[in-house]
């Protein structure tokens, strides 16, 4: 109990730090939209470390010390993610949900349906609703209720979350305002490649191992 304190408390002074300095990289933009992607990027490094780790712990041994991490991760993984929502209801859309589909069209004076950004915004909140999942179960009470077998069920999901993260942020980065300069662009596409390449050698040393025995 006390080791998990302690690394909630870790994770949680790191996220702050991190959240704050992601902001001032981007001392350009407008506050509210310079902390809300702050901590969505927060959320986005804390997941691609939890899929690292998972993997690369199945090639190197002296990593799986580390897996221990991975709860208080993942929960900070949702926690930033909740922030970065809740910045952008209180301070953007104003607490009316329906911005989150619709953009203000000066021609038709009214808001309109913008297919892309509906579409990047719908795939963030069923990201939300699987984080909120995956932050209510990651504790023994809930392996003890559900059962072994369906915890671990629900925990796999996160790669569904983990897809459903980076479509959200690549609309956002790459395709909804391609103008606006963003220097996550190239990081973004570096972490996705070795989370990418990680999964591969990580299944790799896997069934290298599975057919030893």
Known sequence: MKNSTYRQIVIGGFSLILAYLFFQSRELWDPMHAWNRAFADVSLLFLSVILLLGSLSKVFKTIRKWLVWRRELGIWTGVTAIVHVLILLDGWVQWEVFRFFFVFSPFAGDWVLHPGFALGNLLGIVALVYVLILMLTSNTISKKILGL??????????????????????????????????????????TITLVWLSSLIGFWFTVKETRRK
Not at 160 to 183: C, E, Q, R
């Open 149 to 190: 077998k369906a915890w671990k069920h629900v925990q796999q999901t996160v790669h569904v979350f983990y897809h459903m993260v980076i479509l959200h942020t690549a609309y956002f980065i790459f395709i909804h305002n391609p103008d606006s300069p963003n220097w996550l662009q190239a990081p973004f596409i570096i």
